[in-house]
């Protein structure tokens, strides 16, 4: 009876997955069988390095073989494999271990590379301890200075990088960004695309509704072709990183989250963009959990707070099941009963360190909101172009005033443990940009306060009257993104709304103004500071 093989292939990066991996499977294969062995299977370690030992971590093919083995699955069998580099390169002793292990549970191990089987029967021929332990060690070796090599190169690139230097080859290119030319441009329509992700998620629309957005519309996804795994489209975590990774404004940034260039890359959103992004991911954090049946009720979410005790409010959305009954006639009758919506202090319902017993009706605090307050509150998508162009100025400015301040201060870093009198020149001249990114901060802000304080062409009329009507849509979706965008326009621009312990609510859009309502909307008091 034949002997039974199993084929081991491995490689550690995607460049070698297709010619290496053909190659170990056809030497394998015909080294069982000059042999007259019978190949059971074959087992694949994809993308791990034997360096790391990464293919004995679990999850692994070798790692899961190693169990089998030790549980006597794979007594009298051999594993077939191209040399002891790619069972692994951790040296002598690792190796060693790992063969003896699996000869000790009746496991042959076979390298087609030397025609060289190291058998379980043996008794440790001490030929095969030598030639074990060189092999092995060499391999070590090798990986070792291959990995010094790259670290080294990886280095040279990054300080190039770091010093100005453009269209170094790099991998893992933003996938909005093409190659043409030997320059780095813009993907026209990606860039689109990925304005329109910021755009959407600035309103209030979630990154689950975006996802449901883009495959609603057919949206190609970004993903290479060879990285496919059918058509799977697009996912939460990949929008998610899109709206957190600093690529998109240019920026070159290590895996430790050093900055090392700050435009590097073609800028695809603006820094004033970016900053409204990270504002509302950092307003919408801890606020994942809503179900679908909830359709973003609570307009007000995040927003109103206990004037007794600081915490927050406890939002109580309950509709009566109603009572039906039978006519005689046989009809079925129910009757509809309340729907109710109210806002209570959480830690007074829950009666933990909290007296205030004001319990609002939430249809009043938001009709409150929006018929005496959303005509000046609401942040519009209209506002004046030149008030635009120079918050996104301003904004680029001081982005690229605090990225040469970091610089500066790692410059400063290495200076102080020696380094080259080189760095001294650049230490001065980053001092003396910073000094003129400073001025012209300065310059753009106020610039930016006179363009505010003219009166504004635009009218609000037709915008919050579309908004009203969305707000009240039949229509879940659009009732859902009315109700999201108004959200994070009043979690912006109002500080709170306060219970009050006497039956009131009181509107703060700022520490200056402030407004207060009785339980039934009605305004007892309000002082009101334009800024």
């Not at 093989?5 to 991996?21: H, K, P, V």
């Not at 030639?131 to 090798?142: P, R």
């Not at 280095?155 to 190659?179: C, E, F, T, Y």
């Not at 980053?430 to 400073?438: C, K, T």
């Amino acid at each position: 009876m034949s002997q039974f093989a199993i084929i081991y292939a491995r490689f550690s990066t995607s460049e070698q997955r297709g010619f290496s991996l053909e190659r170990q499977r056809k030497l394998g294969t015909d080294f069982a069988t000059e042999h007259g062995w019978t190949v059971e299977k074959t087992i694949i370690d994809e993308g791990r390095s034997a360096f790391h030992g990464a293919n004995r971590y679990e999850g692994a093919s070798l790692h899961e073989f190693e169990i089998e083995a030790r549980n006597g699955l794979h007594t009298g069998k051999v594993l077939v494999v191209e040399n002891i580099d790619r069972l692994s390169r951790q040296g002598a002793k690792a190796a060693a271990q790992l063969i003896w292990g699996l000869n000790e549970n009746g496991v042959d191990v076979a390298t087609y590379h030397d025609a060289h089987i190291y058998r379980a029967a043996a008794s440790g021929e001490m030929l095969d301890i030598f030639k074990l332990v060189i092999i092995a060690q060499q391999a070590h070796e090798e990986s070792s200075k291959k990995s010094k090599r790259t670290t080294a190169t990886w280095q040279k690139r990054m300080d190039a990088i770091s010093q100005g230097a453009k269209n170094i080859p790099v991998p893992n290119m933003p996938l909005w960004v093409d190659r043409i030319g030997g320059k780095m441009v813009l993907n026209e329509q990606r860039a689109k695309v990925l304005n329109e992700i910021y755009d959407l998620y600035i309103d209030g629309v979630g990154i689950h509704k975006i996802v449901t957005i883009l495959h609603a519309r057919d949206e190609p996804s970004w993903t290479p072709p060879e990285q496919r795994r059918g058509n799977n489209g697009w996912f939460y975590s990949y929008i998610y990183r899109l709206l957190t990774k600093r690529t998109v404004l240019g920026e070159y940034v290590t895996n430790k989250g050093e900055i090392l260039a700050v435009d590097f890359f073609p800028q695809a959103i603006t820094t004033e963009k970016w900053n409204r992004a990270q504002a509302a991911l950092a307003m919408r954090k801890g606020n994942q959990t809503t179900t679908k049946a909830n359709y973003n009720r609570n307009l007000l979410q995040g927003i109103i707070v206990c004037g007794e005790c600081g915490g927050g409010a406890h939002f109580r959305h309950q509709i009566d099941k109603g009572q039906t009954y039978t006519k005689k006639n046989g009809e079925v009758m129910t009757y509809k009963r309340n729907d109710h919506r109210r806002l209570r202090c959480d830690r007074a319902r829950r009666k933990h360190n909290c007296s205030n017993g004001t319990i609002l009706s939430y249809d009043v605090v938001e009709a409150t909101v929006l018929n005496e307050l959303l005509p000046q509150l609401v942040a519009k998508r209209t506002e004046a172009a030149a008030v635009a162009t120079l918050r996104e100025q301003l904004a680029e400015i001081v982005r690229l005033r605090d990225a040469d301040q970091n610089r500066l201060d790692n410059l400063i870093g290495v200076l102080e443990e020696g380094g080259p009198k080189a760095i001294v020149q650049r230490v001065a001249a980053l001092q003396q940009q910073i000094e003129d990114r400073s001025k012209s901060i300065d310059l753009a802000q106020k610039a930016l306060g006179i363009e505010m304080s003219k009166p504004s062409t635009e009218s609000d009329a037709a915008s919050l009257r579309a908004l009203e009507a969305d707000l009240d849509s039949e229509l879940d979706e659009v009732r859902t993104y009315a109700r999201g965008r108004a959200n994070m326009s009043l979690r912006r621009l109002l500080k709170r709304i306060v219970i009050m312990p006497t039956d009131c609510f009181r509107i703060e859009p700022d520490d200056f103004s402030w407004w207060l309502f009785d339980a039934k909307g009605t305004m007892i008091e309000g002082s009101y500071v334009l800024e």
